[in-house]
């Protein structure tokens, strides 16, 4: 996937209404959703792009000049070191997750009252061991958010994927 198509994936009118914004990218790869998300924030905003492994962006263009902030660390097994963040993008990493409602529970606690999930996921319930050991189609993500008291779980767009398993969506989860 291009930067532009995974910019176009998740862009939505809710991202950024107004001003600098603090985001977390939960499982981060190589940066490509990183840099997507950097696309549609405001300049001031920053997003901490994560992983379990050590982190390795590409060099992407980020015109707004987003300040993007390299963090190795196991977001399943390690509480975040931010509250109060705006937003959690998790492309790709959420089917990685065996106990997805424990890891939601405890990732609202650092997003601000009005904070916002942005994931991207396939919208398959079968698992590929290797590649999505626990899927989430978006039937299963709208459920979990319901359950845990999100009243906006909105499909943002879906493309197919590369694999030609299930397409993939991109969703904005809020209160």
């Not at 590649?131 to 906006?152: D, H, T």
């Amino acid at each position: 996937m291009e930067l532009s198509e995974a910019t176009i994936l998740i862009e939505n009118d809710y991202l950024a209404p107004s001003g600098a914004a603090e985001w977390a990218d939960l499982g981060c790869g190589f940066g490509l959703f990183t840099y997507a998300l950097a696309q549609l924030l405001h300049a001031g905003s920053v997003v901490h792009a994560v992983d379990k492994d050590t982190v390795r962006l590409q060099s992407l263009p980020n015109p707004q000049r987003i300040d993007i902030r390299p963090l190795q660390l196991d977001f399943v097994a390690t509480p975040l070191p931010w509250h109060d963040l705006d937003g959690i993008l998790m492309a790709n990493s959420l089917h990685f997750v065996s106990d997805k409602k424990l890891l939601i529970r405890q990732l609202s606690h650092h997003l601000k009252p009005a904070g916002n999930f942005l994931i991207v996921e396939y919208d398959t319930d079968k698992p590929v061991p290797q590649w999505v050991p626990y899927p989430v189609s978006f039937r299963l993500l709208q459920a979990l958010f319901s359950r845990a008291g999100y009243s906006v779980v909105e499909k943002l767009g879906e493309r197919p994927s590369a694999y030609g398993r299930a397409s993939m969506y991109a969703a904005w989860v809020g209160r």
